[in-house]
Every structure is written in structure tokens, then in C-alpha cells.
């Protein structure tokens, strides 16, 4: 699978953004997509995850109620709507794909995209 991330940029607390993903390369009725950030110095986390076949979603804590990620199988991409964003949130934001429905941990994930900067100024 290849990925490419895009949609990040400056934005001040309590804006919102919209990360969107382009996936292509095989069939996506296996494959979990995720949305990982790493900020620096820190280890990469993981956000979000979604199934392309019935949708169903994982969260992080810290973004739940925030952040909604989705997908739109005709066009293949993945999308993270990011609501009410703080600092904290700012990070280099990544999109990730496995067959692994439920894991957090980024060694399960076989393909990465480029990442796309999200900055939340206070």
C-alpha cells in the first residue's frame, strides 16, 4: 500500500484542521488505517484507527470527542478531523495501514506515509 498524507498547517488553539490520506496499490478490504503523530522528542503515538470495510474506529483518550477520523472507499482516503485542537497537540502526523484491527503498537503497521506537520499555537 502506498500512502500519502497531507493537510496539516499552523493553526491556533481551538481551530481544527483536516488531515486526509491517499491510499492505493491493493485491495483495502483487509486493511485497518491509522493516523500516528510524534512530536519531538517524544515516541510516536498512536490517534486513530479505522476499518475500510464497516468503518469501525479506535481512539486515544486524549483525542476522543475531539477528533473523528473517516474514510471515503470510492476515493480511498482516509480523513482525521481535528476539533478544538490544543498545543499538545501539535506533532508531525503520519497515516499508517494493517490488517491488525484493534493494535496501537506502530511495528504492526507495514506501510507509512509521509508525515504532515500539524502546529497549534496558544
Known amino acids: 500500500v502506498q500512502l500519502q498524507a497531507f493537510g496539516g498547517g499552523l493553526v491556533q488553539a481551538g481551530g481544527s484542521l483536516r488531515l486526509s490520506c491517499a491510499a492505493s496499490?491493493?485491495?483495502?478490504?483487509?486493511?485497518?488505517m491509522g493516523w500516528f503523530r510524534q512530536a519531538p522528542g517524544k515516541e510516536r503515538e498512536f490517534v486513530a484507527s479505522?476499518?475500510?470495510?464497516?468503518?469501525?474506529?479506535v481512539y486515544i483518550n486524549s483525542v476522543k470527542e475531539r477528533f473523528t477520523i473517516s474514510r471515503d472507499n470510492a476515493k480511498n482516503t482516509i480523513y482525521l478531523q481535528m476539533n478544538s485542537l490544543k498545543p499538545e497537540d501539535t506533532a508531525i502526523y503520519y497515516c499508517?495501514?494493517?490488517?491488525?484491527?484493534?493494535?496501537?503498537?506502530?511495528?504492526?503497521?507495514?506501510?507509512w506515509g509521509q508525515g504532515t506537520q500539524v502546529t497549534v499555537s496558544s
Open positions: 479505522i476499518t475500510w470495510t464497516g468503518g469501525r474506529t
Open positions: 496499490g491493493r485491495t483495502f478490504s483487509s486493511v485497518v
Open positions: 499508517a495501514s494493517t490488517e491488525r484491527f484493534g493494535t496501537r503498537y506502530p511495528g504492526d503497521f507495514d506501510s
